[in-house]
């Protein structure tokens, strides 16, 4: 196992009901935005839920963060910032407003001439508003790390800080329910293959996070079609098993003193910057193409993942991997996400410019050895086709 130190300051609120949790955690005397998206949490009953819990508090809000949040909309809630004197963020939404929230954490105490030199110039952050959650899209686990994705004029760039970790977030179920079937299918698979990021690179004899990476890519398998039949698809439970395995996907905990991957979330985060693709469909595309492309380096991890997460046990090695690739395939397919560049109408025509985006943003050392190069990404990209 590698050296680590392990650290996740958020306070979780699990549950029906938990939403009321915000009106303690919350300092009676801080000055809050309440930042959200499009509005569905107006629909859904949650800014309700939300209002109620605030009665004592002082609190503003900014509105219309879009998915895959820009730095022009994000900008503009310093004013409001200025204005009111703003000391605390409250997120309420998914993973773009999530982080839109900790952009705009950071970009409020930003010290130098422009807040996108915190992406573009990875410039790091020394000071944020502090933030809450309110969770209403289990996928990414961004209510309860410290990283964000933002994008500007198409480029579209991570950036961290431990600074932006949410101090407590509201989990319910509940809220889910009101999510689109496009929406969670996206969620169940950005959230298994944040695991399988953390897990398929080589072996360091880390067999608890191993095993607990299995025990979230399971429950994923066995609960995400679940959310989608008409039967099962009101199941608080099942809703409660995606929602606990999206945020302990990406909490910090797996992914302690393992090699990490993170080529296909950096290949697909140019397909959505170039192409407007969600996140988690660039993923679906992308992960079995850098599975079959990287075959030899991933092995003994590629027959683990068969033999555990798959249970493929019999025949000749190579025939054992192929089975399980095809396996997450089938997964993909049953969320009804794509898994073919075609399925989203791109083609070999479009990969130059992909690749050039990835040159423009340095990406052109990715994976778990950082030998993923520009030709092994066309390599990737030619495989998804
Ligand atoms: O804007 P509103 O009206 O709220 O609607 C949203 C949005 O249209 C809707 N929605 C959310 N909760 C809902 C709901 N609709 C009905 N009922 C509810 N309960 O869903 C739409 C998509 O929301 P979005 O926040 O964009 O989705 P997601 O949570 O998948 O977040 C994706 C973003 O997170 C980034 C992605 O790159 C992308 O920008 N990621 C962040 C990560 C992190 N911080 O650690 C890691 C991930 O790999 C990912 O990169
Ligand atoms: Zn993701």
Known sequence: ???????????????????????KEIPLDARVLLVYGGGSIKGNGVYQQVSDALTEHTWFEFSGIEPNPTYDTLMKAQEI??????????????????????????????????????????????????????????????????????????NKLPFKSPLLCPLFAVLDPNVTLSLSDRQISNGVVDAFIHTIEQYLTYSVNGKVQDRFSEGLMQTLIEEGPK??????????????????????????????????????????????GAFGIDHARTLSIVLPAVMKVRKEQKREKLLQYAARVWQITDGEDNARIDQAIRLTEEFFETMQVPTRLSHVDLGSKDIDLLIERLEQHGMTALGENDDITLAISREILSQAL
Not at 2 to 23: C, D, M, V, W, Y
Not at 87 to 116: H, M, N, P, R, T
Not at 126 to 137: Q, R
Not at 257 to 267: E, F, K
């Open 227 to 272: 959310a989608l039949l008409p039967e099962t698809k009101k199941n608080l439970e099942v809703r409660a098993n995606i929602m606990w395995s999206a945020t302990m996907a990406l909490n910090g905990l797996i992914g302690a003193g393992v090699p990490q991957d993170w080529s296909t979330h950096m290949i697909g985060h140019e397909l959505t």
């Open 1 to 23: 196992m590698l050296n680590f130190s392990f650290k996740n300051p958020t306070r979780i609120h699990f549950g029906e009901g938990q939403i009321a949790a915000i009106s």
């Open 81 to 154: 910032i200025k204005t009111e004197n703003i000391d605390y963020l409250l997120a309420v939404g998914g993973g773009s407003v999530v982080d839109g929230a900790k952009f705009i954490a950071a970009a409020a105490l930003y010290e130098g001439d422009d807040a996108w030199d915190i992406l573009a110039k990875q410039q790091a952050v020394t000071k944020a508003l502090p933030i809450g959650a309110i969770l209403t899209l289990p996928a990414t686990g961004s209510e309860s790390n410290g990283n964000a994705v933002v994008t500007r004029d198409g």
